[in-house]
């Protein structure tokens, strides 16, 4: 199985609007962290955002937000106000595991989601 | 400060030679991990490093492929007896520890093409 879906290959969204990019989990572990990249067609990687299994909150970062429903293992990125430069494609990824043990540092990474964002 | 750094930029070899990735990462951090990327594709672990030990190398497809890091700075990716297959985009990333909620901050990869 799949630990990282993401189902939508790719999303069309107007500038200005906000957008949902959606993102599920498989894990049997308790303690676990969720992470969204960023990847313009330029190749860099760019950290977004991170929510930690037992954080009670809904991460945010400015435009980005997390929509994290523990129970449904769903991690939906939110991006309000969409801008042109938004555009690229978007990978969810989780790291699993207790910390010490072999694999705490691996992330696992979803086939991401193309955004484009129209003027 | 710097970021992480990969070297060659750009690598294209024919098929059974072997080949060296070099990644250098941002000054303090302790862990180092090895991503591949093929066209289109996800990211695919191969290995990560606390310091100069590998605690998790299960993502590394066969034995022609193996890394090593010293110093706990430099980290080298070697790939032995190129195939075709072994064409992708090799990124490296390096964070403070492993782990935890520690952002993995990503190099510009290495673009390989095995002819």
């Known amino acids: 199985a799949q630990k990282i879906t993401q189902t939508q290959p790719g999303m069309f969204v107007q500038e200005k609007e906000a957008v949902t990019l959606d993102c599920t989990y498989d894990?049997?572990?308790?303690?676990?962290?969720l992470f969204w990249y960023k990847q313009p067609s330029s190749g860099e990687m760019i950290f977004l955002i991170y929510?930690?299994?037992?954080?009670?909150q809904n991460a945010t970062e400015g435009r980005y937000s997390l929509n994290f429903q523990k129970a449904r293992k769903s991690a939906n990125l939110v991006i309000s106000a969409s801008q042109l430069g938004d555009s690229a494609m978007y990978f969810c990824?989780?790291?699993?595991?207790?910390?010490?043990?072999?694999?705490?540092?691996?992330?696992?990474f979803g086939q991401g989601t193309i955004l484009t964002v129209h003027p | 400060g710097a970021g992480v750094s990969q070297s060659p930029s750009n690598k294209v070899t024919e098929k059974g030679k072997d080949v060296e990735l070099r990644c250098d990462p941002i000054s303090g951090h302790t862990a180092l991990y090895w991503y591949r990327q093929s066209l289109g594709q996800g990211l695919e672990f191969l290995i990560y490093f606390q310091g100069n030990s590998a605690p998790d190398k299960s993502g590394l497809p066969s034995d022609r492929f193996s890394a090593e890091r010293t110093g706990g700075s430099v980290s080298t990716l070697t790939i032995q007896r190129t195939q075709q297959e072994d064409s992708a985009v090799y990124l490296c990333?390096?964070?403070?520890?492993?782990?935890?909620?520690?952002?993995?901050?990503f190099g510009p990869g290495t673009r390989l093409t095995v002819l």
């Open positions: 929510q930690g299994s037992y954080d009670e």
């Open positions: 894990t049997s572990d308790q303690s676990y962290g």
């Open positions: 990824a989780m790291r699993e595991g207790r910390a010490g043990g072999t694999s705490y540092g691996k992330l696992t």
């Open positions: 990333a390096s964070s403070t520890l492993a782990g935890g909620d520690n952002e993995q901050f």
